[in-house]
């Protein structure tokens, strides 16, 4: 593959960039505790292992070029965000009325739950495996095999987000005497909610790429 150091750079780039998987982790981090955050960046690592293999099988190229299975990950990525928005601002309603102890109870739920979360949050955007198959091909020398230089970078990219990830709950995670008061905790979860159904109506428009 063809200049390693600006492809490293390029997806650290990337990365910083706030996008769905940024939002669960910080809802999770705030309302779970940093355990719930990992949890969410590990999942969100795992999926990108899962559309690295995609890339490098072909199996993305197959996604992106056929537009009933390009629609099919994008309407079911599209209604699971949403679904995460709804949740997250349908929660606000329930604490305002629960009692401490069923608090407790349902973070612990949430705290089961984030994997889960960070995990098809990423796999059912088609828009990464689009990512892939548009930006890793521009570090392969022409005429080569992709095979290897796919692998490479795909798994380049998951540890960057992974540190960058492990970073990112760790400062939310000390600041969290601020960010878990109870006002500031709804208004986190009341744009983060907001910011989740606009991803999923945003990745329900988008179109494929040919």
Request: aromatic share 12%; net charge positive; hydrophobic share 50%.
């Amino acid at each position: 593959m063809e200049n390693y150091l600006l492809f490293v750079l390029m997806c650290s780039l990337l990365i910083l960039l706030p996008g769905p998987d940024t939002a669960i982790a910080t809802k999770n981090t705030v309302t779970v505790g940093r355990i719930g955050g990992l949890k969410t960046a590990l999942g969100t690592c795992c999926a990108l292992l899962i559309h690295t293999s995609a890339a490098v099988l072909g199996l993305s190229a197959l996604i992106v070029k056929s537009a009933l299975l390009f629609s099919v990950f994008k309407y079911v990525g599209a209604v699971y965000l949403m679904y995460l928005g709804v949740k997250t601002l349908w929660s606000l309603r329930k604490k305002d009325t629960a009692a401490s102890v069923e608090v407790h109870t349902k973070s612990r739920f949430k705290n089961a739950s984030c994997f889960k979360q960070g995990f098809l949050t990423n796999l059912l955007n088609p828009k990464v495996a689009v990512f892939f198959l548009t930006f890793l091909p521009q570090f392969v020398e022409s005429g080569s095999s992709s095979f290897i230089p796919f692998l490479l970078m795909g798994i380049t990219y998951t540890v960057l987000t992974a540190v960058w990830f492990l970073l990112y709950v760790y400062l939310i995670h000390r600041i969290s005497a601020f960010m878990k008061k109870p006002k500031t905790q709804r208004m986190i979860e009341g744009i983060t909610g907001a910011i989740l159904i606009g991803f999923g109506l945003r990745l329900a428009l988008e179109k494929a790429h040919h």
